[in-house]
């Protein structure tokens, strides 16, 4: 197998595990708003998931379009990753575990002209995945219990159209996003008493819409070999098409008839909150990178067919750092040339219950190994990280999730432009 080949296979192994491992986040805490957004996106994910102010000749940050411009003009980007989780929930009685296997990435990056560039690409926004069983007595009785059921799946989906523009040290950026998705909603009421029934109830909404993604970069010459990068970008608000169908019913228990059912179906739009990114990163050759983020979303406005969220949602805020040492970039010894990253992030999410905020704290490592092919006509950077952090609190109630996340991505970038010269 020659070497395009096997690239290409490998590409495609990646691609059929992320398109297969979506909508199985696993978290209860996915069951506010439209889901769990993911906490550590896009191709720096080693260094804390930074991504305002980075840019490189090698991985196309979808996040920020700004960034495109410092693609290599002369050859063709393929980038994705997946990831899995281990997670660990514990309240001040009880403990459970769970895996997942995961959520991904696609993009494709190149030049169109001159300091004009472009990029296709999907990725996913949120995850719903919860099953819970609670189990409470009955009003009136002393021993006897209900059971109520609540499980939920899907989340929303992302592809983009992007452009990049250059002019001198300032870059400008936009993504179209095709927003789609299904969420579904269901519970089941469980009375064990003499003629005992079942309430049952399946809410689903479907989405689907545009949001723009703007962005900017300004890079500053420090002289020498450093430089200083400023970067920012930002979703307007947006209004998200969304059909919901909502569906009640009574069942026997002992005969599985249907005594009694309501459905309804409503047209209208979600609102996807005013979103911006900003941050800074500092270079010095090809040895030191650092760089930080700081994310704000208004999601308290956040709103479901133009009434409120029956949950109360806060603002989000994020705030990452991270740090990347390439020893020595072109030494033959591999331990020198890999790129060694260290990251930590904090949420305080839009998640709040019982007067907490739901909160997230996590620290991240990774690394990248590059490959040349072909007398360096092709290269791939093959890259491994890891998250190790918790979110939430036993107090008040509340549970705390202890998770370790395993992330794989590749960046393979060929010279499909450029013919030899030399044979």
């Known amino acids: 197998m020659n070497t395009k080949r096997y690239i290409v296979t490998l590409l495609a192994l990646l691609i059929t595990v992320a398109l297969h491992a979506q909508n199985n986040t696993g978290t209860p805490y996915s069951v506010f708003g439209y889901g769990l957004i993911n906490e550590n996106p896009g191709a720096y994910t080693g260094m804390g998931g930074v991504s305002a102010a980075m840019r490189d000749n090698i991985n196309i940050n979808y996040l920020n379009p700004a960034s495109y411009t410092a693609l290599d003009s002369n050859r063709w980007h393929v980038q994705l990753g997946v990831h899995a989780e281990m997670v660990r929930i514990t309240t001040h009685k009880e403990s459970a575990h769970y895996r997942v296997a995961g959520n991904g990435y696609f993009n494709l990056g190149f030049r169109i002209r001159r300091n004009l560039y472009s990029s296709i690409g999907f990725t996913e926004l949120s995850d719903i995945g919860y099953d819970l069983t609670y189990k409470n007595v009955i009003p009136g009785s002393i021993t006897q219990k209900y059971t109520q059921l609540m499980q939920g799946e899907g989340g929303l989906n992302q592809f983009h159209f992007g452009l990049g523009w250059k ?99 409503d047209k209208g739009f979600i609102k996807y909150p005013f979103k911006v990114t900003a941050g800074v990163a500092w270079s010095k050759s090809t040895k030191w990178l650092v760089s930080g983020d700081y994310t704000f979303q208004k999601m308290s406005q956040y709103r479901e067919f133009d009434t409120h969220n029956n949950i109360k949602l806060k603002d989000y805020h994020r705030a990452s750092a991270g740090i990347s040492f390439t020893p020595e970039k072109h030494s033959r010894k591999w331990y020198l040339h890999n790129s060694y990253e260290f990251g930590l992030y904090f949420v305080r999410s839009h998640m709040y219950m019982n007067e907490h905020h739901i909160n997230t704290y996590a620290f991240t490592a990774g690394t990248v190994v590059p490959f040349l092919f072909s007398n360096n006509r092709q290269e791939l950077d093959l890259k491994a990280s890891i998250d190790c952090g918790f979110r939430g609190s036993e107090v008040d109630g509340l549970m705390r999730e202890r998770f370790v996340k395993i992330r794989l991505s590749l960046a393979f970038k060929e010279l499909w432009f450029m013919k030899r010269k030399i044979y």
């Open 167 to 265: 002019y001198k040290n300032l870059s400008i950026g936009a993504n179209l996003g095709v927003v789609f998705g299904k969420i579904e909603r269901r519970q089941t009421l469980s009375i064990p008493m003499d003629n005992a029934y079942y309430i049952k109830t399946s809410d689903n909404t479907r989405i689907h819409d545009i949001i723009i993604t703007m962005g900017a970069q300004y890079v500053i010459d420090l002289g020498g070999t450093q430089n200083l990068t400023l970067g920012a970008y930002f979703n307007p608000n947006s209004r998200l098409f969304g059909k919901n169908s909502y569906i009640a019913y009574k069942e026997s228990s002992s005969s599985s008839s249907i005594i009694d059912n309501d459905d309804e179906v």
